[in-house]
């Protein structure tokens, strides 16, 4: 079936370094989703991605989608401990006319004050 | 506008029992999907309801299944529990149909442990 693979699995990071995960995909997406799990916590929405080559900022975080958009990347500038959780990418495919949201393995962010 | 409402929080059961979950989606959502969240495989798609119809399945055994209700309420039941089901199940509704588009609200999720 598809898959969202996405990396690294962990990440562990000083406060002010920046961090970086990557999602990929084998086939092309209709779009992108990017959720945030703070620990403890459900998953919430960040941000979707839909046209190819896209560029979102939301202050401190940067979404990208591929030209080709089956690749995706989260990167975050300086981060704070308010930072801390698991950041999850969902791909949505589409078969006939029927979609489904895939949801990579996530990446999760340690910050060291 | 209330967020999407799961119950129980917490549940322990035993091998070979059954458990019912239960999910109130925000108030004008029709689409209701449930994923189980382990540590080594993440979030996986379980079944998505649009209007009392489930519209998409994920890969579980059919010891695993759900319904929606008129007030778009979902219920997921697994029965013959086995120690994998140990999770935590989330409910998301969305406002479109068939995961298209909408972004997913999730529900603070209920923890099953199966001893």
């Known amino acids: 079936g598809q898959q969202v693979m996405q990396i690294p699995q962990y990440q562990h990071v000083q406060e002010g370094e920046d961090f970086t995960t990557y999602c990929n995909s084998s086939t092309t997406l209709s779009n992108i989703q990017w959720y945030k799990q703070r620990p403890g916590g459900h998953p919430v929405f960040l941000i979707q991605?839909?046209?190819?080559?896209e560029v979102k900022k939301q202050k401190r975080l940067t979404f990208q989608f591929g030209e080709a958009k089956k690749n995706s990347s989260l990167h975050i500038t300086a981060t704070q401990t308010t930072d801390v959780g698991t950041y999850f990418c969902a791909g949505l495919y589409y078969g006939g006319s029927q979609g489904n949201l895939i949801f990579g393995k996530g990446t999760k962010l340690s910050v060291k004050p | 506008k209330a967020g999407v409402t799961q119950t129980p929080r917490y549940l322990i059961k035993t091998r070979g029992q059954q458990v019912t979950l239960s999910c109130s989606p925000i108030?004008?959502?029709?689409?209701v999907s449930w994923y189980q969240q382990t540590p080594g495989q993440g979030l996986q798609f379980l079944f998505e309801y649009f209007s009392e119809t489930q519209r998409n399945k994920g890969n579980f055994p059919g010891r695993f299944s759900g319904r929606q209700f008129s007030n778009s309420r979902s219920e997921m039941n697994v029965s013959t529990l086995e120690l994998g089901d140990s999770a935590l199940y989330l409910c998301?509704?969305?406002?479109?149909?068939?995961?298209?588009?909408?972004?997913?609200?999730f529900g603070e999720g209920s923890r099953l442990t199966v001893l």
């Open positions: 991605l839909v046209k190819s080559g």
């Open positions: 998301a509704s969305s406002s479109q149909l068939g995961q298209n588009t909408g972004e997913l609200f």
């Open positions: 108030s004008g959502h029709r689409s």
